[in-house]
């Protein structure tokens, strides 16, 4: 047995214990008086017996009772715990969550390995016949041994859990736990969830035959983040690359510091910073906006010097590609406005062709790097026979993928619409104002649940973004020639951000990060060459077809360089985390699975369970006996 309050509960006792004691040694004092006769008195000279200020303490079993009585009390106050075990035949889940987040530093000297200590003592509570399994989430969940009584294969297998900066999401472990309840064993399952709550995914699983503990990691941490890190070159100043920052704190108190901007590792800006204290629902947080001067490629690091529990998101880095001069094939009877557009976008190579020429040309040729190649395809009222072998932008046309349709407007009426709503937050439609384009005779789109509507009309979807094998697509349900779009401001805009967006595979961003979890794709020099990358961790991989290589998933933050196959700036790969849930190390109180909710279980009761009831109720039945003992003498 052990005691959640031992010191307090001696404080007490040091008080009370002699504070008892202390009444059986005094009384008061009475007034001698003179009798005629002791006769009827003896009782009161048995009483002066114990009169006297301090006398010889006798055997007294009130004194006993009480002192009984007040044990319990103070054993109660003391707060007892026994050890609970795992029930007899019970088979038990023992769920860690290694993600990003349970590497904070607010338990020592981690979350994650406060958790596997907690695992250890459940595994050591096991009984000789019950079986347990162990499973680990972070981006995706991983048996780390399957049921069995052996307890060192447990142990073991909890030690061999490491630490993660990916992204938690639980609903791949709650399908592990699913898969054990199918059988048809009589058997109970139990399942402790070690993690902060802070997950990614809501999941409708149910598990009506689990009883679930969700044992919540986590006390009171301090965390500044950088949430959020993008970067953009300016439109007329291609040279000038704009960055934008978001710095989150999500302690109680306010936060100061500096936030240091660096550019191939030389320090380039310093700025102090102050962070409001966060919200009980939110966090405190601050804008930040740079602008540096990159000509070429480089990579830019922010970092800032708060002290906090997680140093996974003190940093963030991106890798920033030279200003692109696009090559660009326009698939077209004739239409002077889009070329005027495409030239305005300052693109380095624009070829015209009609839809008959263009299906004559070899695919691989199109995709070529060198000059003989393109990035992008516009296809001006004309669906081609295949689909494309690059990104594409088509008006008055789709491409030929399932699902996708272009549904002309009815035959015979002249109907002008406007622009009812559209998606301001796309890249694509970025700065770009259609409440005041009038469009006639437009088509609307049919279109698959995967795809984003970026504009729609009266008629329906007008303008629409869709991707299907590694390649993106914007169309428009419209022939700009019946339109006054052409003549708004807002025409060569749109053309150059869609260009921009569909050369740099649906990402209109200077600079290139990934987050842990996530798969990075380079471009190697060459067909079959074999790639390596080094960093905190060391990888490698093959190139396929046309030179593109996918690299494993990445589980650490951090800067990889890969092997001198890649191109630069490619070569180099920045891994941030840059997600508010994870940096949000506030633990959560309850866990929704399915139609449960479960509350969180301090961890340090999980193997545990307090006592202090049961000695109130066995102090409740000594008062009584003491006060029968009492009136029983009281009537002597």
């Given at each position: 047995?052990?005691?959640?309050?031992?010191?307090?509960?001696?404080?007490?006792?040091?008080?009370?214990?002699?504070?008892?004691?202390?009444?059986?040694?005094?009384?008061l004092?009475?007034?001698?008086?003179?009798?005629?006769?002791?006769?009827?008195?003896?009782?009161?000279?048995?009483?002066?017996?114990?009169?006297?200020?301090?006398?010889?303490?006798?055997?007294?079993?009130?004194?006993?009772?009480?002192l009984?009585?007040?044990?319990?009390l103070?054993?109660?106050f003391?707060?007892?715990?026994?050890?609970?075990?795992?029930?007899?035949?019970?088979?038990?889940?023992?769920?860690?969550?290694?993600?990003a987040?349970?590497?904070?530093?607010?338990?020592?000297?981690?979350?994650?390995?406060?958790?596997?200590?907690?695992?250890?003592?459940?595994?050591?509570?096991?009984g000789?016949?019950?079986?347990?399994?162990?499973?680990?989430?972070?981006?995706?969940?991983?048996?780390?041994?399957?049921?069995?009584?052996?307890?060192?294969?447990?142990?073991?297998?909890?030690?061999?859990?490491?630490?993660?900066d990916?992204?938690?999401r639980?609903?791949?472990a709650?399908?592990?736990?699913?898969?054990?309840?199918?059988?048809?064993?009589?058997?109970?399952?139990?399942?402790?969830?070690?993690?902060?709550?802070?997950?990614?995914d809501?999941?409708?699983?149910?598990?009506?035959?689990?009883?679930?503990?969700?044992?919540?990691?986590?006390?009171?941490?301090?965390?500044?983040?950088?949430?959020?890190?993008?970067?953009?070159?300016?439109?007329?100043?291609?040279?000038?690359?704009?960055?934008?920052?978001?710095?989150?704190?999500?302690?109680?108190?306010?936060?100061?510091?500096?936030?240091?901007?660096?550019?191939?590792?030389?320090?380039?800006?310093?700025?102090?910073?102050?962070?409001?204290?966060?919200?009980?629902?939110?966090?405190?947080?601050?804008?930040?906006?740079?602008?540096?001067?990159?000509?070429?490629?480089?990579?830019?690091?922010?970092?800032?010097?708060?002290?906090?529990?997680?140093?996974?998101?003190?940093?963030?880095?991106?890798?920033?590609?030279?200003?692109r001069?696009?090559?660009?094939?326009?698939?077209?009877?004739?239409?002077?406005?889009?070329?005027?557009?495409?030239?305005?976008?300052?693109?380095?190579?624009?070829?015209?062709?009609?839809?008959?020429?263009?299906?004559?040309?070899?695919?691989?040729?199109?995709?070529?790097?060198?000059?003989?190649?393109?990035?992008?395809?516009?296809?001006d009222?004309?669906?081609?026979?295949?689909?494309?072998?690059?990104?594409?932008?088509?008006?008055?046309?789709?491409?030929?993928?399932?699902?996708?349709?272009?549904?002309?407007?009815?035959?015979?009426?002249?109907?002008?619409?406007?622009?009812?709503?559209?998606?301001?937050?796309?890249?694509?439609?970025?700065?770009?104002?259609?409440?005041?384009?009038?469009l006639?005779?437009?088509?609307?789109?049919?279109?698959?649940?995967?795809?984003?509507?970026?504009?729609?009309?009266?008629?329906?979807?007008?303008?629409?973004?869709?991707?299907?094998?590694?390649?993106?697509?914007?169309?428009?349900?419209?022939?700009?020639?019946?339109?006054?779009?052409?003549?708004?401001?807002s025409?060569?805009?749109?053309?150059?951000?869609?260009?921009?967006?569909?050369a740099?595979?649906?990402?209109l961003?200077?600079?290139?990060?990934?987050?842990?979890?996530?798969?990075?794709?380079?471009?190697?020099?060459?067909?079959?060459?074999?790639?390596?990358?080094?960093?905190?961790?060391?990888?490698?991989?093959?190139?396929?077809?046309?030179?593109?290589?996918?690299?494993?998933?990445?589980?650490?933050?951090?800067?990889?360089v890969?092997?001198?196959?890649?191109?630069?700036?490619?070569?180099?790969?920045?891994?941030?985390?840059?997600?508010?849930?994870?940096?949000?190390?506030?633990?959560?109180?309850?866990?929704?699975?399915?139609?449960?909710v479960?509350?969180?279980t301090?961890?340090?009761?999980?193997?545990?369970?307090?006592?202090?009831?049961?000695?109130?109720?066995?102090?409740?039945?000594?008062?009584?006996?003491?006060w029968?003992?009492?009136?029983?003498?009281?009537?002597?």
């Open positions: 047995m052990t005691f959640l309050s031992p010191f307090a509960a001696l404080l007490a006792a040091a008080v009370a214990i002699p504070a008892l004691v202390l009444l059986y040694f005094l009384k004092r009475r007034r001698n008086l003179d009798i005629s006769s002791t006769l009827l008195w003896r009782k009161a000279i048995q009483d002066m017996q114990v009169n006297a200020p301090f006398q010889k303490l006798r055997r007294n079993l009130l004194l006993l009772i009480q009984l009585l007040l044990a319990l103070l054993f109660a003391a707060r007892p715990t026994l050890d609970r075990a795992v029930q007899p035949g019970q088979r038990m889940v023992i769920v860690i969550d290694h993600s987040s349970m590497n904070a530093t607010d338990l020592s000297p981690t979350r994650l390995d406060a958790a596997k200590e907690q695992a250890l003592r459940l595994i050591d509570d096991l000789a016949a019950c079986g347990a399994m162990v499973i680990s989430f972070a981006h995706r969940a991983q048996v780390r041994q399957p049921f069995t009584t052996d307890r060192a294969l447990l142990r073991a297998a909890v030690r061999a859990i490491g630490p993660t990916q992204l938690s639980i609903e791949s709650l399908q592990l736990v699913a898969g054990e309840t199918q059988d048809d064993t009589a058997t109970s399952l139990a399942a402790y969830i070690f993690t902060d709550g802070r997950l990614h809501d999941t409708t699983l149910a598990l009506p035959n689990v009883a679930l503990r969700y044992v919540a990691m986590g006390e009171q941490p301090r965390n500044v983040a950088i949430v959020s890190l993008t970067a953009r070159r300016d439109f007329q100043k291609p040279q000038i690359v704009q960055m934008f920052a978001r710095l989150a704190n999500y302690h109680d108190q306010p936060a100061s510091g500096s936030v240091t901007i660096r550019i191939d590792g030389q320090v380039v800006r310093s700025v102090g910073v102050d962070l409001p204290a966060a919200r009980p629902t939110g966090s405190g947080t601050q804008q930040l906006q740079f602008e540096v001067n990159l000509p070429g490629s480089a990579l830019l690091t922010v970092s800032h010097d708060m002290a906090d529990d997680l140093p996974a998101d003190d940093t963030a880095a991106l890798v920033i590609a030279p200003p001069q696009l090559r660009v094939l326009l698939v077209t009877q004739g239409n002077p406005f889009l070329h005027k557009a495409i030239e305005a976008a300052s693109v380095k190579k624009l070829v015209a062709m009609t839809p008959e020429r263009y299906e004559d040309q070899d695919p691989q040729v199109l995709r070529r790097a060198d000059d003989e190649g393109f990035d992008v395809i516009v296809f009222m004309y669906a081609p026979d295949q689909p494309p072998p690059l990104h594409s932008l088509y008006f008055g046309a789709v491409p030929p993928i399932a699902d996708v349709r272009l549904v002309p407007p009815p035959a015979g009426q002249t109907q002008a619409q406007v622009v009812l709503d559209w998606n301001r937050e796309h890249p694509v439609l970025r700065w770009v104002a259609l409440d005041d384009v009038v006639v005779d437009a088509g609307r789109l049919a279109l698959p649940d995967t795809a984003e509507v970026l504009a729609t009309g009266q008629s329906g979807p007008l303008m629409a973004v869709t991707s299907r094998d590694g390649l993106s697509h914007v169309m428009a349900a419209f022939d700009i020639y019946n339109s006054d779009w052409p003549k708004k401001v025409f060569p805009v749109f053309i150059s951000n869609a260009l921009q967006w569909l740099l595979g649906g990402q961003s200077a600079g290139q990060s990934f987050q842990p979890g996530q798969v990075a794709r380079v471009r190697a020099a060459r067909e079959g060459a074999p790639l390596r990358y080094t960093g905190r961790a060391r990888g490698r991989a093959e190139a396929g077809a046309g030179g593109r290589a996918f690299l494993p998933v990445f589980e650490r933050v951090g800067l990889y890969t092997s001198a196959d890649v191109a630069e700036p490619w070569n180099r790969i920045a891994v941030n985390l840059l997600d508010e849930t994870e940096s949000d190390l506030r633990p959560a109180e309850t866990l929704n699975i399915g139609t449960s479960v509350q969180a301090a961890r340090t009761g999980i193997a545990r369970r307090e006592v202090w009831r049961w000695f109130i109720w066995a102090a409740l039945a000594v008062l009584l006996v003491e029968l003992v009492y009136t029983r003498r009281m009537h002597l």
